[in-house]
């Protein structure tokens, strides 16, 4: 058995995604590599070939893969595939998108978002928003998997796999235009270990970033939003947490303001520790929260805050 | 241009899943069911292209055909975006549930048979969320894909799409035929008039069944229980953020 995992990093740095895609993929039992896809990338793969329990790590470069746009991550793994009985890739916004495509090429059913590896050919994954778990067995010969990070340990480093050089597909019906990404010295929010999510109730975008920007710089925590925020205008989409924005399992996550949604219960109810703050007793939130507090942020927040000292 | 837009008919956004005693799947027995919210984007955008609302020129869609697969209850699915706007539907009929690679099948051979320049379609739906559909149609169709769109732009031949991805916002331009599966952001979908309403009931949705288009649908995955998730053990409340600071500290998180 061997297993490929396709390493989820910036162009200059490993995310640690990638780690806990490599415990997933060492659940499955046999070798593991890992695959490496993008454009100045040595320094990705010299990192991914210090991952414990790494066999070896495939470094694909190209035009098209610094952007991981799927066609061409789809191209390069193609004619890798007969060598794996799994290809797994962190259920990210680029694992998503090149997984199920890289599936259907191969003809097999993708499983996506697992939580759980219960057997080889058999995982837990979450359906219905996080309302329901299902265990699903696949018939396929070969599996293409997406990982829900947040349920596997990352795993360590001290590996020392060798490196290949593989060659990088491309994407000819495809062009990159642009991106605009979120510039912030504040952690990310689906990596770090607070998270401070304000909802709907701050009333406005001005409101939502006097309020949470604060708070998040004293406590050195990401900020989130509920989707009932991020539809109001009050904070950006990439803040959203939830089944439909970013699942997050911090050590602490600080929902302020927040009814909490079903959906929105989805993306962090995992989480270690969760605080909730809201001036209404019966809010959702406080059934999933282990410390509420039954307060209007106007006055809980500066409080909250002059306790941090 | 013709633009295809697939629908699905699942559990209402806003009813919550309860799982099935026997553990055998989530109880949909009495439960209102809507268009999957995603899907709904997708068809307003694909009026949009039509009307030449937001930054469309009139006319950049000309015809809007609406395809489902599932119970012949989805032909209400279709109707309701019949009355948004679309033009024709086809409802595929299958009894059982088929897996997203089984539907990414189908429709390749709708694709085949209509010809559409564009297929617009949700990122996910609400049921399954596999997030897997439009990016398997347009693998086996060997043309682009440009998922997860918050805004979309088309003219000269090509797909222009700002897509919503970890830390921020990515734009690619696809060449057409392209698949473009759409995110919540991308736009509101419209509540449907009465009038429009009205004149949904005369426009046609062809009936066709799964068999028709004589593709493999056998299923992959074997579903060996739908279970509950772990509920969180009930939590305390706190009366003042000094004592919740404390709280915290004491319990090591802080």
Same mark, same amino acid.
């Given at each position: 058995?061997?297993?490929?995992?396709?390493?989820?990093?910036?162009?200059?740095?490993?995310?640690?995604?990638?780690?806990?895609?490599?415990?997933?993929?060492?659940?499955?039992?046999?070798?593991?590599?890992?695959?490496?896809?993008?454009?100045?990338?040595?320094?990705?793969?010299?990192?991914?070939?210090?991952?414990?329990?790494?066999?070896?790590?495939?470094?694909?470069?190209?035009?098209?893969?610094?952007?991981?746009?799927?066609?061409?991550?789809?191209? $390069?793994?193609?004619?890798?595939?007969?060598?794996?009985?799994?290809?797994?890739?962190?259920? $990210?916004?680029?694992?998503?998108?090149?997984?199920?495509?890289?599936?259907?090429?191969?003809?097999?059913?993708?499983?996506?978002?697992?939580?759980?590896?219960?057997?080889?050919?058999?995982?837990?994954?979450?359906?219905?928003?996080?309302?329901?778990?299902?265990?699903?067995?696949?018939?396929?010969?070969?599996?293409?998997?997406?990982?829900?990070?947040?349920?596997?340990?990352?795993?360590?480093?001290?590996?020392?796999?060798?490196?290949?050089?593989?060659?990088?597909?491309?994407?000819?019906?495809?062009?990159?235009?642009?991106?605009?990404?979120?510039?912030?010295?504040?952690?990310?929010?689906?990596?770090?270990?607070?998270?401070?999510?304000?909802?709907?109730?701050?009333?406005?975008?001005?409101?939502?970033?006097?309020?949470?920007?604060?708070?998040?710089?004293?406590?050195?925590?990401?900020?989130?939003?509920?989707?009932?925020?991020?539809?109001?205008?009050?904070?950006?989409?990439?803040?959203?947490?939830?089944? $439909?924005?970013?699942?997050?399992?911090?050590?602490?996550?600080?929902?302020?303001?927040?009814?909490?949604?079903?959906?929105?219960?989805?993306?962090?109810?995992?989480?270690?520790?969760?605080?909730?703050?809201?001036?209404?007793?019966?809010?959702?939130?406080?059934?999933?929260?282990?410390?509420?507090?039954?307060?209007?942020?106007?006055?809980?927040?500066?409080?909250?805050?002059?306790?941090?000292? | 241009?013709?633009?295809?837009?697939?629908?699905?008919?699942?559990?209402? &956004?806003?009813?919550?899943?309860?799982?099935?005693?026997?553990?055998?799947?989530?109880?949909?027995?009495?439960?209102?069911?809507?268009?999957?919210?995603?899907?709904?984007?997708?068809?307003?955008?694909?009026?949009?292209?039509?009307?030449?609302?937001?930054?469309?020129?009139?006319? #950049?869609?000309?015809?809007?055909?609406?395809?489902?697969?599932?119970?012949?209850?989805?032909?209400? #699915?279709?109707?309701?975006?019949?009355?948004?706007?679309?033009?024709?539907?086809?409802?595929?009929?299958?009894?059982?549930?088929?897996?997203?690679?089984?539907?990414?099948?189908?429709?390749?051979?709708?694709?085949?048979?209509?010809?559409?320049?564009?297929?617009?379609?949700?990122?996910?739906?609400?049921?399954?969320?596999?997030?897997?559909?439009?990016?398997?149609?347009?693998?086996?169709?060997?043309?682009?894909?440009?998922?997860?769109?918050?805004?979309?732009?088309?003219?000269?031949?090509?797909?222009?799409?700002?897509?919503?991805?970890?830390?921020?916002?990515?734009?690619?331009?696809?060449?057409?035929?392209?698949?473009? #599966?759409?995110?919540?952001?991308?736009?509101?979908?419209? &509540?449907?008039?009465?009038?429009?309403?009205?004149?949904?009931?005369?426009?046609?949705?062809?009936?066709?069944?799964?068999?028709? &288009?004589?593709?493999?649908?056998?299923?992959?995955?074997?579903?060996?229980?739908?279970?509950?998730?772990?509920?969180?053990?009930?939590?305390?409340?706190?009366?003042?953020?000094?004592?919740?600071?404390?709280?915290?500290?004491?319990?090591?998180?802080?």
């Amino acid at each position: 058995m061997a297993v490929l995992v396709i390493a989820d990093h910036d162009g200059s740095a490993l995310r640690d995604t990638t780690h806990k895609t490599v415990t997933a993929a060492g659940q499955l039992g046999g070798d593991v590599d890992v695959l490496v896809v993008g454009q100045g990338a040595q320094g990705v793969a010299d990192a991914a070939a210090k991952i414990a329990g790494v066999r070896k790590v495939l470094l694909a470069e190209g035009a098209g893969l610094g952007k991981a746009l799927a066609e061409a991550v789809e191209a $390069t793994v193609l004619p890798l595939a007969a060598g794996y009985d799994a290809i797994l890739a962190p259920a $990210t916004t680029d694992g998503k998108n090149y997984a199920p495509r890289l599936a259907a090429k191969l003809d097999v059913a993708p499983i996506s978002d697992i939580v759980e590896v219960v057997a080889p050919d058999t995982f837990v994954r979450p359906i219905y928003a996080g309302n329901a778990l299902e265990t699903i067995q696949s018939s396929d010969a070969k599996k293409v998997i997406t990982v829900r990070s947040t349920a596997f340990a990352a795993a360590g480093e001290g590996g020392s796999a060798s490196i290949e050089t593989v060659a990088g597909g491309e994407a000819p019906k495809t062009t990159f235009v642009g991106e605009e990404m979120v510039k912030s010295d504040r952690p990310e929010l689906g990596a770090a270990k607070i998270v401070v999510s304000g909802g709907r109730a701050l009333g406005s975008a001005e409101e939502f970033h006097a309020v949470m920007d604060p708070l998040a710089d004293k406590l050195g925590a990401a900020v989130g939003a509920s989707r009932a925020a991020v539809d109001a205008g009050y904070a950006p989409n990439d803040y959203q947490v939830g089944q $439909t924005g970013k699942v997050v399992a911090p050590q602490l996550y600080i929902a302020i303001g927040i009814s909490g949604a079903i959906q929105h219960l989805a993306g962090m109810k995992d989480s270690k520790v969760i605080v909730a703050i809201n001036k209404d007793p019966d809010a959702p939130i406080f059934q999933v929260a282990d410390y509420g507090l039954v307060a209007d942020y106007k006055t809980a927040v500066p409080e909250l805050m002059a306790a941090l000292g | 241009m013709k633009v295809l837009v697939p629908v699905k008919r699942v559990i209402d &956004y806003n009813v919550k899943a309860r799982v099935k005693a026997d553990q055998t799947g989530v109880d949909l027995a009495n439960v209102k069911m809507s268009m999957n919210p995603f899907d709904e984007i997708a068809v307003e955008e694909a009026v949009r292209l039509k009307e030449g609302k937001e930054h469309h020129a009139a006319g #950049t869609a000309t015809e809007i055909v609406v395809v489902s697969i599932g119970v012949t209850q989805a032909q209400e #699915t279709i109707r309701t975006a019949l009355a948004m706007g679309a033009d024709r539907g086809i409802l595929i009929q299958s009894d059982s549930d088929l897996e997203p690679l089984a539907v990414a099948k189908v429709l390749k051979a709708v694709v085949e048979e209509e010809k559409p320049d564009l297929v617009l379609m949700g990122k996910q739906s609400i049921d399954g969320d596999n997030n897997a559909v439009g990016q398997m149609l347009a693998a086996l169709l060997d043309w682009p894909q440009a998922t997860f769109a918050s805004k979309l732009e088309v003219g000269g031949g090509k797909a222009t799409v700002t897509r919503e991805i970890d830390g921020g916002l990515q734009t690619l331009a696809a060449e057409l035929p392209a698949v473009v #599966t759409v995110d919540l952001r991308l736009n509101t979908p419209r &509540y449907a008039s009465l009038p429009n309403i009205m004149k949904a009931k005369k426009k046609e949705i062809a009936m066709k069944a799964v068999a028709d &288009y004589g593709v493999d649908t056998a299923p992959r995955l074997k579903v060996q229980k739908v279970t509950e998730p772990p509920k969180r053990a009930a939590g305390v409340k706190v009366a003042s953020a000094a004592e919740l600071v404390e709280t915290l500290k004491s319990a090591g998180v802080l």
